[in-house]
């Protein structure tokens, strides 16, 4: 059994997932990601190193961090996860940036805030409630343990690289015209990026596309848009990747969204 049910307030887009067999592919986010296991044990690979989140265990994803994720065992697994968008973090704190020291942690208080900011979203409370929920829990998270500092410059070849692939999600990723930008062979940059990104440039280059197509539904209401905009061949394709990150295919995404209760 599967369950990815997505809701949106003008602040923060909420998840509230339940399964068994399903199994994220390596992908990241732009946003921050935190979240609480409710139940079960979930297990991903986060840049490269293996993470267990057991029951009540709060999840923190710095920005664009690659990571997989499933369930330890055939009993599955139930979370909640919120995403931050890095502009209403640093308008809530400050010029700062939060950087997650560590993945898991296992703060009641913290895991309480989560769980009320995804209630509220997910229940379509008042906007000014989830607003101030939200800021309440940026706050908190700024609080803890995080290591809240000013975000560590990417190496120099992965930030340019990102910059290229942001700005061309509607394109097929042409490795030698990357690579070139850099003065190396396709397979150099292939081998630099990826032991810096902790991805592949074509994985980082899709996770994007997807983003960007998620960003598109959310704006247009359209999953066709979406595809046209961000360059897929057609729904099904759209639809195959999307929902490898998130759970749902494009067009159920879209109908989550425009649900009224």
């Given at each position: 059994?599967?369950?990815?049910?997505?809701?949106?307030?003008?602040?923060?887009?909420?998840?509230?997932?339940?399964?068994?067999?399903?199994?994220?592919?390596?992908?990241?986010?732009?946003?921050?990601?935190?979240?609480?296991?409710?139940?079960?044990?979930?297990?991903?690979?986060?840049?490269?190193?293996?993470?267990?989140?057991?029951?009540?265990?709060?999840?923190?994803?710095?920005?664009?961090?690659?990571?997989?994720?499933?369930?330890?065992?055939?009993?599955?697994?139930?979370?909640?996860?919120?995403?931050?968008?890095?502009?209403?973090?640093?308008?809530?704190?400050?010029?700062?940036?939060?950087?997650?020291?560590?993945?898991?942690?296992?703060?009641?208080?913290?895991?309480?805030?989560?769980l009320m900011l995804n209630d509220a979203v997910q229940l379509r409370q008042d906007e000014a409630e989830c607003s101030e929920r939200v800021f309440d829990l940026v706050h908190l998270l700024a609080q803890k343990e995080m290591d809240t500092k000013l975000w560590l410059p990417q190496d120099n070849l992965v930030r340019k690289a990102k910059e290229i692939m942001f700005c061309s999600t509607e394109d097929v990723l042409k490795l030698d015209n990357l690579s070139s930008e850099f003065g190396m062979s396709k397979f150099?940059?292939?081998?630099?990026?990826?032991?810096?990104?902790?991805?592949?440039?074509?994985?980082?280059?899709?996770?994007?596309?997807?983003?960007?197509?998620?960003?598109?539904?959310?704006?247009?209401?359209?999953?066709?848009?979406?595809?046209?905009?961000?360059?897929?061949?057609?729904?099904?394709?759209?639809?195959?990747?999307?929902?490898?990150?998130?759970?749902?295919?494009?067009?159920?995404?879209?109908?989550?969204?425009?649900?009224?209760?």
């Amino acid at each position: 059994m599967e369950r990815f049910n997505y809701k949106k307030s003008q602040d923060v887009l909420a998840l509230s997932a339940s399964f068994t067999d399903f199994a994220y592919k390596k992908h990241c986010h732009e946003e921050y990601a935190v979240g609480v296991t409710l139940r079960g044990i979930q297990q991903y690979n986060l840049d490269g190193q293996y993470q267990a989140s057991h029951q009540n265990g709060v999840m923190l994803f710095n920005r664009e961090q690659s990571h997989d994720g499933s369930s330890y065992d055939k009993a599955g697994i139930d979370y909640v996860m919120l995403y931050l968008k890095p502009e209403l973090v640093e308008e809530i704190i400050g010029k700062k940036e939060l950087r997650f020291g560590s993945p898991i942690v296992y703060d009641p208080e913290l895991a309480r805030n989560i769980l009320m900011l995804n209630d509220a979203v997910q229940l379509r409370q008042d906007e000014a409630e989830c607003s101030e929920r939200v800021f309440d829990l940026v706050h908190l998270l700024a609080q803890k343990e995080m290591d809240t500092k000013l975000w560590l410059p990417q190496d120099n070849l992965v930030r340019k690289a990102k910059e290229i692939m942001f700005c061309s999600t509607e394109d097929v990723l042409k490795l030698d015209n990357l690579s070139s930008e850099f003065g190396m062979s396709k397979f150099q940059f292939i081998r630099e990026f990826k032991s810096q990104a902790g991805i592949s440039p074509y994985q980082f280059f899709l996770n994007c596309k997807v983003e960007r197509a998620r960003q598109s539904i959310e704006k247009q209401k359209d999953v066709y848009t979406a595809v046209a905009d961000c360059g897929f061949v057609d729904l099904t394709h759209l639809n195959r990747h999307f929902k490898r990150v998130f759970g749902v295919t494009a067009y159920e995404y879209m109908l989550q969204l425009n649900y009224k209760n």
